[in-house]
Every structure is written in structure tokens, then in C-alpha cells.
């Protein structure tokens, strides 16, 4: 197989407004660090493969049909297997043309998908220059237990999910660390690496106004320090994990170190910190490269079932506690919101299933499998438990945003993952809807393997 890295820096100018945290006109004021877009080119026997590490909170599948088109139309790898992997960072443009209910003056000017747009040539040259520049290659994986992130799903003694995202060691959650180095056959020469681990990247915090990679960049720059090539980070199962900070949380609903927001550049360094040492010392433990890395691509479509998070009758029976005057206030009361545009839909032909292309790209004894979700650790744990190959990595946030992918449990138990879909789309996906996606995902998996 050959492969191929480059990077390509997509750093806004100032005052733009930075997405996350749900701090409507947070405008940029200074730069933390720098947004990249780290380019993987594979090849492998006429098939070709492009994974892109993006320094951004998320990219909607409109914005990914877009720059998946403008990579094929210059370089010829198939639009279908383009991976575009987001950190999550908060500190990071609104790269979508969402707007959350409840958060009406989110980027009101559309600035951000101005900045998508601009930013395609540079995330297509990153491409063409790593196509130009792959060679022959063998590679070496390992993996390790991460202390960078944990589960930010604590509760309070009553055992209820808080809003503070509390850290819970003893909450279900992914801190499986990931790295591959790849080197030239023959000379050695370095590469490329990839980084996969599961959290949040919010250690900055929502009251810091810098355009930043967050920690993720902290780890990125560290280890490039060492080994001088490109470090693409992929983020995994990250939907219920956050950064593990020194921020302490109380407030009478609960307490505890946070796992959510940081305060700013110092919780970034701290967190990136511990990613980059366990990072190193798992490729520095690497003594095995593989050389034989055949590369195959899977495209299928999940389906996952999904409803409108009100009735009809409930949806008008909140519009009519409301008079018409709700409407033009300057932050309409979020359940009207949400009530008029489920009514909205009601009018329209019923969506009973959300469905997504799925690009599983694998090489050698691992496969990539993306998800346009904020994906909950169960799900990634039981990929990894239950794939054929021996790395099973879910890919968060990866072509396409649909916020997050929550499991039974905590639709059970609530708190802010599950009420936080109410706000994005009108049909929320059902409880069952992960373990039917992740089912599907080991299909498409095991048929790779036939």
C-alpha cells in the first residue's frame, strides 16, 4: 500500500464567530493555536482512499458532498471514499448550516460556511500533495489505556444526570488510545501518524474567545516535535466524554472535577499533555511494521429509526399556550420552537427512518468506521469488541453532523445529550436506533473480511 500525508493550514481571521457552548456572538479575538486539515492519501491495488483530520467542531453533509467533490474533481480519488473526520473542537468556526433552537443569533451572517468554502482549496491541495507524495509503505499500530479524557456523565446523590458534565471514572467510557506509524519500505523514512482516542475537545472553554485546536492541537504539536511528521487525529467515541481538567464544579445540583469546559490555554495544555505522553510512549513501544496492507473500501447506507419528539396534538397544544407575539421576540421561548417546527412537519410526508452513507475504509488489521454523530463509548467499545479486525475505530463526527448518537441508558436516565437533540432536528433518532446502527456496522465489516 502506499500512503501519503500533508497539512494544510485553514486558520480563520479574526471575528468570526466561534460554534460550542451555546454562547451566542463568541467572536473570535486572538489565535490559540492554528486549524489544520491533515490529509491521509492510501492506495492499494487501484483503490484509493482520503481521510482528512479536521481542526473543526463538525461539517454537515451538505458541506461534505461539497469538499468531497472539489478533492475528486482535482485529484480522482471517488467521492464515496472520502473521510472527513471533525476533532470537535469548540474553537472552531460554525461549519454548518444548522442553527440550533434556542441559540438564534449563532452566526447570523453565515460566516462560516463563507469560511468552508474558502478553506476547500487549501483542504485540496493537503490532498494533492499528499497523492503526490505517497510512497510504498509498512506501518506499525498499537494502542494503549488514555487518562486525557474520561465520562462526563456524573450525577448528583440522587443519582440524576447533571448538567455541570462532571467527571465519572466509573461511568462506561472509551479511554482506548490508537497510534499508527507509518514509514517508507526499504528507508525507513517517517511518514505519517495517526492518532485515534475518544473526548471532547472543550478543555479552552466556552468563556475563552481564541480560534484553537484545543487539546487535541496541544497533542498534535507535541508529537510532532518528536517524530517531524504529520499527526492526523481522529476522534472517536466522544459523545459522553470530555476532557479530564483540574476546573472544579460545584453548584447545589452536584460536584466534582469537570469534564466538559476548561479555562482556556492552560487546561488545553494540561490535557493535550497527558494525550501526547500517552501517544509517545505508545509509538515509541512500536517494533513490529507491517508491510502487507491490503486497502479496501465499504459503502452502505444504515438506516436508523427515528420520530418527531412531540405528537401533533402536543406540538399545538404548546404553539397555543404561546400568543403570536412569541414569535418576533429576540429568543422565542425554546419549547415554541421546537413546537413550530414539529408542526411544520406534520404537514409534510413522515420520516420515519434517518438514513446515512457509511464509508468503513480499512488496511491491514484496521478499520475506520465514521458515523455523522457525536457517538456514545458503548458504542465504540462494543465495535471494538465485536469487529473483525483487531483496531475497530469509530470515527465521531465524521461526514455529516446529526449531533449525538446517545445509548438506551442514557435516554433512560436524560440529562443534556438526549434533551439536546430536541433542538437540532425535529425527529429525534429512538433509543434503540445506536445498537441497530452499530449492528449494521459489523455487517458491512464482516463482509470486507469475506
Same mark, same amino acid.
Given at each position: ?28 479575538? /486572538? ?33 461534505? +458532498? ?131 482516542? /475518544? ?55 452536584? +460536584? ?6 476548561? /479555562? ?187
Amino acid at each position: 500500500m502506499k500512503t501519503g500525508f500533508a497539512i494544510s493550514d485553514i486558520t480563520p481571521e479574526l471575528g468570526i464567530y466561534l460554534t460550542g457552548y451555546g454562547m451566542p456572538e463568541r467572536l473570535a479575538e /486572538s489565535v490559540h493555536s492554528p486549524l489544520n486539515a491533515t490529509a491521509m492519501y492510501l492506495e492499494d491495488d487501484g483503490t484509493q482512499a482520503v481521510v482528512i483530520g479536521f481542526d473543526w467542531c463538525f461539517v454537515d453533509w451538505e458541506l461534505t +458532498k461539497s469538499i468531497r467533490k472539489a478533492i475528486t474533481d482535482a485529484t480522482g480519488v471517488p467521492e464515496t471514499n472520502i473521510l472527513l473526520c471533525c476533532s470537535h473542537t469548540h474553537s472552531a468556526p460554525h461549519t454548518t448550516y444548522a442553527r440550533t433552537l434556542g441559540r438564534v443569533a449563532v452566526d447570523p451572517e453565515n460566516k462560516g460556511i463563507d469560511y468552508v468554502f474558502k478553506s476547500i482549496p487549501a483542504i485540496v491541495d493537503a490532498v494533492k500533495r499528499a497523492k503526490e507524495g505517497a510512497k510504498e509503505c509498512e506501518a506499525g499500530f498499537s494502542a494503549c489505556k488514555t487518562k486525557a479524557c474520561t465520562s462526563r456523565r456524573g450525577t448528583d446523590e440522587n443519582g440524576k444526570i447533571t448538567y455541570l458534565f462532571l467527571c465519572d471514572d466509573d461511568a462506561v467510557h472509551d479511554d482506548n488510545m490508537t497510534t499508527v506509524l507509518f514509514r517508507e519500505q526499504g528507508t525507513g523514512e517517517l511518514l505519517g501518524i495517526m492518532v485515534h482516542a /475518544s473526548g471532547h475537545n472543550t478543555a479552552m472553554g466556552g468563556y475563552d474567545r481564541s480560534i484553537s485546536s484545543d487539546w487535541c492541537g496541544v497533542m498534535k504539536s507535541r508529537i510532532n516535535d518528536t517524530y517531524k511528521v504529520p499527526v492526523l487525529f481522529v476522534n472517536g467515541g466522544f459523545g459522553d466524554m470530555g476532557p479530564r481538567s483540574n476546573r472544579w464544579s460545584q453548584k447545589a445540583v452536584g +460536584k466534582g472535577f469537570s469534564a466538559g469546559g476548561g /479555562s482556556g490555554p492552560a487546561t488545553a495544555s494540561e490535557v493535550g499533555l497527558v494525550a501526547a505522553t500517552d501517544a509517545l510512549r505508545t509509538l515509541a513501544d512500536i517494533r513490529d511494521f507491517r508491510s502487507q496492507l491490503p486497502l479496501s473500501v465499504k459503502v452502505g447506507e444504515v438506516r436508523m429509526p427515528q420520530a418527531l419528539s412531540m405528537s401533533e396534538e402536543e406540538a399545538n397544544a404548546v404553539l397555543a399556550r404561546f400568543d403570536s407575539s412569541a414569535e418576533n421576540t429576540p429568543e422565542p421561548d425554546l419549547n415554541y420552537q421546537i413546537a413550530k417546527a414539529i408542526a411544520a412537519e406534520y404537514k409534510k410526508p413522515l420520516q420515519p427512518e434517518l438514513v446515512f452513507e457509511q464509508t468503513i475504509v480499512a488496511f491491514g488489521p484496521l478499520a475506520l468506521v465514521p458515523f455523522p454523530f457525536e457517538v456514545f463509548s458503548v458504542f465504540s467499545l462494543r465495535l471494538r469488541k465485536y469487529g473483525p479486525f483487531q483496531y475497530t475505530l469509530a470515527c465521531g463526527n465524521t461526514n455529516g453532523r446529526n449531533a449525538y448518537l446517545p445509548d438506551r441508558a442514557a435516554f433512560a436516565m436524560g440529562g443534556y445529550e438526549p434533551e439536546c437533540l430536541k433542538t437540532i432536528r425535529p425527529y429525534v433518532i429512538k433509543p434503540e436506533a445506536g445498537d441497530l446502527a452499530v449492528t449494521q456496522s459489523l455487517t458491512f465489516l464482516r463482509e470486507l473480511t469475506v
